[in-house]
């Protein structure tokens, strides 16, 4: 189950809509929105922690001394209702706060996908824990997810401070609006935004702090910035963080950052020499957000990244294209813009050899082309293409791409198709 977002009249955005897919990509000229939607997005999810999820909706039985709680089509449309008549009571202040500043939208409305299919059972008994000679009395709270009538994600939570157990059934539908919400148990939702000034912030970040006042940034870069001063690298990263981590400094960053004293440094891996990062070449800052990102003790589960392919060479962009599946296939979700027909071109065909891995071996043209399995999607993660197009009154539609199969051509990306039939035209004009 995702988050569908519909956004009418958002600045020069005139209308989108964007499902909150594993992967999505925003595609598109300069000015066309793509930064502002993706920080409305962020923003969004944020506010919606304090969204208070419905107890209408959910069926329930009591079977001795156990709760037994299904939460299914009708509450997740009481879920809709409620989150919709909240965001058009509070749309003006919550875009006030997440942008500093009064942004007219005409609509910002939620959709929950997928419901259809889709159901959570959850089962509530008392527990009884000795730790360290006393006896703790709470409430323990098990969640099945379901589709298609398969349980297919199961999620533990405790309530040790509640001692009735119809108190906790009050508080079920609020831990299974989270689990939608971050897909795990957990109030925190772990995301962290990169902007396409990420280089800079990275040397202003602790002067920022330092004045006393947090200035008129918008949230996401604030947040960004929060996350760098309380940064700390994990000593004890998960195997897959590990990977991630490796693959990036391999084939991008061809060696590591590492943080000592409040600094960071990079550790080059054909010198063998450390230096601070403000000595290191763009490309190294430009990188650096998402090796911390990757190592940091406050795990990010959902990472935004605006204009993805700064100070990339085409080569490395190739590579970058590969890192970001390999995020996804490893659990995270991954929303990033791109003004670059390489990185376009390299995400689709990556995206066009998953497909076929669906139909047909393609092991050997993996290694002929210097892949392996792990560039390519997994099946059971969704990936969303949009492209933000500007019209002659300079509002923008947001356009989703859809996959073509026959032939296989994948996603096509108009915008930079005409670009490059320009180039090729002026150049014939110019050799002819």
């Known amino acids: 189950m995702v988050l569908h977002l519909t956004i009418k009249n958002f600045g020069r955005v005139e209308f989108a809509e964007i499902t909150l897919d594993n992967f999505v990509v925003f595609v598109g000229n300069n000015n066309s929105g793509k930064t502002m939607v993706m920080q409305l997005i962020y923003g969004l999810r944020k506010e919606l922690e304090n969204f208070i999820a419905p107890v209408t909706g959910i069926k329930q039985t009591e079977m001795n001394g156990q709760y037994l709680i299904r939460c299914d089509q009708g509450w997740f449309k009481e879920v809709e209702l409620g989150i919709n008549k ?53 409430i323990h709270v098990d969640i099945l997810q379901y589709e298609n009538g398969e349980s297919v994600k199961a999620f533990e939570n405790q309530i040790s401070d509640s001692i009735y157990l119809e108190d906790a059934v009050k508080e079920v539908p609020q831990i299974i609006w989270r689990v939608i919400l971050s897909e795990k148990n957990t109030l925190d939702l772990e995301q962290l935004f990169l902007p396409a000034s ?54 991008l960053l061809q060696g590591k950052v590492t943080q000592k004293d409040g600094e960071t440094f990079y550790i080059d891996k054909i010198a063998d020499k450390m230096i601070s ?43 970058m294209a590969r890192w970001l599946i390999r995020m996804v296939n490893a ?102």
């Open 86 to 138: 909240y965001l058009d009571q509070n749309k003006s202040r919550i875009i006030g706060d997440i942008f500093g500043m009064s942004i007219s939208a005409e609509e910002l409305r939620v959709e929950l996908k997928e419901k259809e299919s889709t159901y959570f059972v959850s089962s509530v008994s008392k527990y009884q824990d000795e730790e360290w000679k006393e006896r703790k009395n709470g």
């Open 198 to 251: 990420r280089s800079g912030l990275q040397f202003l970040y602790k002067y920022y702090f330092a004045g006393g006042t947090e200035g008129n940034l918008v949230v996401p870069i604030k947040d960004f910035l929060r996350f760098l001063q309380l940064y700390a690298e994990d000593q004890q990263l998960q195997e897959t963080r590990k990977d991630l981590l490796e693959f990036g400094e391999k084939h």
């Open 277 to 319: 990062l403000y000595m290191a070449s763009s490309m190294i800052h430009e990188l650096t957000p998402f090796m911390k990102a990757l190592g940091a003790t406050q795990q990010i589960d959902w990472l935004y990244c605006d204009e993805v392919e700064n100070s990339l060479h085409p080569l490395l962009q190739r590579e």
């Open 331 to 432: 659990g995270m979700h991954v929303m990033v813009s791109s003004h670059s027909d390489t990185m376009a071109s390299r995400l689709n065909n990556l995206f066009m050899l998953s497909y076929l891995k669906q139909k047909k071996n393609v092991y050997e043209m993996l290694l002929e082309l210097g892949l392996t399995e792990n560039d390519l999607l997994r099946s059971n993660v969704k990936a969303g293409v949009y492209e933000f197009r500007t019209g002659k009154q300079g509002k923008t539609v947001v356009e989703k791409l859809e996959f073509i199969d026959h032939p296989l051509i994948g996603y096509d990306f108009k915008l930079f198709g005409s670009n490059l039939d320009k180039l090729y035209n002026e150049a014939d004009r110019i050799t002819g």
